[in-house]
């Protein structure tokens, strides 16, 4: 695949986990798969975007990638998700891409419910990435990777941005990622949470 395919199903594939991880509907048999799902993924990921032809690091994602989907099967996705819906569905843009704009900010959010879950994750990240909180490790890993963290990179036009923000609360709102998220989210959470990305 093009680089910012890998990327963007990679970044989807990692949101799966981390969300799967954090459900109010999380399990035993999940979280196992959540896990296991990053320690194939992170690691592989910067060296499939910098050697495209590099198909043991591919396979170890292709892996990963699909005991993430089996994780989230079993447990369901969070606010990152019912966001990246949202703002896919507005401005057409690729679902990881989407998703990804937003975890970070969705893991600062969530953080007061789920702490203990997060700093186990964290340590699952290479040591060069990781920082004293997920959310940080977060940035810091998709930074690298060229995961946009801000909508101006992702190719969005700040101020049509600002403008469907109603929308974008309506449409995350309606998502059951609001009702499985690690943390209850009210309409006015999930706006604050938009807007962080401008």
Known sequence: MPKEQSRNTAVDAIAHAIEAYTSAWRNHYSDAFSEKALELILPNLPKVLAQ???MDAREQIHIGASMAGLSFSNSQIGLAHAMGHALGAVFKLPHGLCVGLY?????????????????????????????KELHLTLR??????????KV?????????YINSIDRLVDLAS???GVTTNARDANSEDIRRIFMQVV
């Open 103 to 131: 975890l970070a900010s969705v893991v600062e959010f969530n953080s007061i419910g789920a702490a203990d879950r997060y700093s186990r994750l964290n340590k699952i990240f290479p040591d060069e990435y990781r920082e």
């Open 140 to 149: 810091n890993y998709f930074e690298e990777m060229g995961q946009p963290l």
């Open 52 to 54: 495209p032809g590099n």
């Open 174 to 176: 309606e998502s059951t």
């Open 152 to 160: 101006e990179q992702a190719g969005i036009d700040v101020q049509r």
